[in-house]
Structures are given as C-alpha cells and as structure tokens.
Antibody, heavy 120, light 106 residues
Framework: QVQLVQSGAEVKKPGASVNVSCKAS????????IGWVRQAPGQGLEWMGWISAYKGNTNYAQNFQDRVTMTTEKSTNTAYMELRGLRSDDTAIFYC?????????????WGQGTLVTVSS | DIQMTQSPSSLSVSVGDRVTITCRASQSIDNYLNWYQQKPGEAPKLLIY???SLQSGVPSRFSGSGSGTDFTLTISSLQPEDLATYYCQQSYSPHTFGQGTKLEIK
C-alpha cells in the first residue's frame, strides 16, 4: 500500500532553516512527483510546490519560490523540503503528498504531516 | 494567478441531508479541479479529481460536477463520518486551494 512517512516535529528560531523529509513506499517512486502543502494553525491548505521524482524538475508557488528548495533522493525513495528564513508565521503543519499527473496535478496520497514551530 | 473561491465557508448540516458545496475559479480551468476532505487532526484525503471522477475507495454518495469556472461537490446523504472541512484545488498551475468549507452539526 502507498505510504508517505514524514520526519518528526521541529522547533526552530526565526531566521533558521528547516528540512522536512518524506519517505515513500508501496509504489515506484520515480513514476510520480511529490507535492508540499502548508497549513497554519486553524487555517486552510496552502500550495507550496512540487517536484518530479523522475527528472527532479520543480515548480514552486510564487509565495515560496525565494525560500524553498525541494529535492528527491531516488536511492532511498525520499523527498525533502527545505524552507529558509523562517518567520513566526511559518509555524504550521507541512504535508507531503504524492503527485499523480493523470489529469493535472492530483495529490492522491498524503503524509501524516510535520509540525514546524518557529519561536524565539 | 487563478483564485479559487468556495462557498459557503461553513455549513450547519444534519445526518441524511443533501449537501452541496460550490467552488468558483477566477478564470476557466476546464475540468482541472480536485476535491479533498480533511477531518480534524488528520491529513487531507482526495475525494474527486478531474471535477467529477471519484477516487478509488471513496463512497458513491460523493459526487462532483462542473467545468470552466463553476464546480460543485455534492454529498447525497450526509453521514456522521462526513463531518469535515472540504477543499477544492485547481490542478491547473499554480494549483491553489479554495479556503475550505467546514461542515458542522446543526
């Protein structure tokens, strides 16, 4: 069965960087992409971008493109999302999701989420 | 960028109700529209893709319709486990989400 398992909760100071991992299993990793979504406490879902696990091409949302880097490691079926220059309003749960391109970008399986707290 | 606007933002419902949630795109996205369900404390779950295609394993009481700029998610007979927040997302770039519709018990 398809599973995405994310790394554990993080506490960071303002200005620091965070690196969240997302380990995939149960499918051919390079046949899909991985997308990332941010959800601030009590708020809605915010699209951050996605990466093709096949070629490593990335597509970042405008709000994040200056601060985010998404990568994949095919040898371990793991995707990573680095967010730099953290601010207090980056406190959120970050989700990874498998990207299926059956019809546009479809997030068909999700990780459990990683809580990132930014506090001095 | 294309904006996605859902209505209503919240809805008081009863078990057995027929529930309709609307999502409007600021410009045409053909039928590049997905719907997700998120229960409290859980990750979102894909319900509908390509505006009207039911994801495998999703109960048939869920259906989606629409194309262009106007879309609807319908729950034909609400069950207790359907109490959640529902989000639309355009699967056309840049893949923005609507603000969500929270279903609450009347």
């Amino acid at each position: 069965q398809v599973q995405l398992v994310q790394s554990g909760a993080e506490v960071k100071k303002p200005g620091a960087s965070v690196n969240v991992s997302c380990k995939a299993s149960g499918y051919t990793f390079s046949s899909y992409g991985i997308g990332w979504v941010r959800q601030a406490p009590g708020q809605g879902l915010e699209w951050m971008g996605w990466i093709s696990a096949y070629k490593g091409n990335t597509n970042y949302a405008q709000n994040f493109q200056d601060r985010v880097t998404m990568t994949t490691e095919k040898s371990t079926n793991t995707a990573y999302m680095e967010l730099r220059g953290l601010r207090s309003d980056d406190t959120a749960i970050f989700y990874c999701a498998r990207v299926s391109l059956v019809f546009g970008v479809i997030l068909d399986y999700w990780g459990q989420g990683t809580l990132v707290t930014v506090s001095s | 960028d294309i904006q996605m606007t859902q209505s209503p933002s919240s809805l008081s419902v009863s078990v057995g109700d027929r529930v309709t949630i609307t999502c409007r795109a600021s410009q045409s996205i053909d039928n590049y529209l997905n719907w997700y369900q998120q229960k409290p404390g859980e990750a979102p779950k894909l319900l509908i893709y390509a505006a009207s295609s039911l994801q495998s394993g999703v109960p048939s009481r869920f259906s989606g319709s629409g194309s262009g700029t106007d879309f609807t998610l319908t729950i034909s007979s609400l069950q207790p486990e359907d109490l959640a927040t529902y989000y639309c997302q355009q699967s056309y770039s840049p893949h923005t989400f609507g603000q969500g519709t929270k279903l609450e018990i009347k």
